[in-house]
């Protein structure tokens, strides 16, 4: 049965066309409405050996015809998602049908999102899955470009207030469950405005992307660099050993922020930055740690101490 349906599949679709001497072929008709689908319609064996696709589904994975006939059982699947089938069978059987989102495999290895209608239906005896499989990449793409920009600063790729905000959140929570030590640092650059002023908006904006990029090199990934708006950033540091380490991270960031940085015509610029400490303290809300470091930024700022040193001084 299989070897006869993959045959079929070499084959261009008849046309269903209807003369008064020829009445319409249902199954000619039933093969055109296929081929003419924007949707893939695969059907196979229950151990995912191929019966049947129409052109758009080996189209939509960069296959021709025979190589997608070819194609190992679930091999049109994510190997990620193929040890979720015999769940999906399970519950296709249980209601009839099922709708869920899976991964395509395309031959080139590209990035594939699909939504997929699964049935189950009995030809001359055996259990065959018919999927109607609908590619969504881009919808997932937009989503996710969507989100993206919904939660991190467009200048610098850095996370936004909301997203810090969620994290803080996040982290507290765990603080407060496994008694953790969380900790924030707010920096706040020094000579921002006179290069602004001087060099304009551009060169500015280049500087806060470089320093942005310093940032990100000082910290973990499990701990996230915000830009707050201007020239202000708040660096969340989690799950810390000791609170004399946040003063570490600190002493690390103004240092790398201090150096020079690079921007057109061969010339350099240079900012410093003033930094405030604060741990987090049991039930403190989110605003008010965040209040605490920016205070703390302002003594350091206006007594022209580095911020982790009079942090270092209330340990």
Not at 79 to 106: C, K
Not at 141 to 150: D, G, P, S, T, V
Not at 234 to 240: A, D, E, H, I, M
Request: hydrophobic share 45%.
């Amino acid at each position: 049965m299989c070897a006869v349906q993959r045959t079929m599949e070499t084959q261009d679709p008849p046309s269903a066309t209807r003369t008064a001497d020829a009445p319409l072929d249902r199954r000619e008709l039933a093969a055109l409405i296929l081929e003419s689908s924007v949707d893939g319609v695969v059907a196979h064996t229950v151990d995912g050996h191929l019966l049947y696709f129409n052109g758009i589904a080996a189209e939509h994975l960069g296959y021709t015809r025979d190589e997608f006939a070819a194609l190992e059982p679930y091999g049109w699947v994510d190997e990620g998602n193929i040890a979720l089938v015999p769940a999906r069978l399970g519950l296709v059987r249980e209601r009839g049908s099922l709708l869920f989102s899976s991964r395509g495999a395309p031959k080139d290895g590209s990035d594939m999102h699909t939504e997929v209608n699964m049935r189950l239906a009995d030809f001359r005896g055996e259990e065959l899955v018919i999927s109607v499989i609908r590619d969504v990449t881009e919808r997932v793409h937009a989503h996710e470009e969507i989100r993206y920009l919904a939660f991190h600063d467009r200048l610098t790729g850095l996370a936004n207030r909301m997203k810090l905000e969620d994290d803080l959140r996040d982290a507290l929570a765990a603080a407060d469950r496994h008694d953790d030590l969380v900790g924030v640092i707010f920096l706040d650059l020094d000579d921002f405005k006179p290069i602004n002023d001087a060099l304009g908006h551009a060169v500015g904006d280049d500087v806060l992307r470089a320093v942005a990029a310093r940032m990100r090199m000082c910290v973990r990934e499990c701990d996230t660099v915000a830009r707050l708006g201007g020239d202000e950033f708040l660096v969340l540091v989690s799950r810390l050993s000791d609170r004399a380490d946040l003063a570490v991270v600190a002493r690390k960031l103004e240092e790398w922020v201090d150096e020079p940085i690079a921007i057109e015509g061969g010339r350099s610029a240079h900012v410093t930055a003033s930094v405030g400490l604060a741990v987090y303290e049991p039930g403190e809300a989110v605003e008010d740690l965040i209040n605490r470091a920016d205070h703390a930024m302002y003594r350091a700022k206006n007594a022209g101490v580095s911020g982790w040193e009079a942090f270092l001084e209330e340990v």
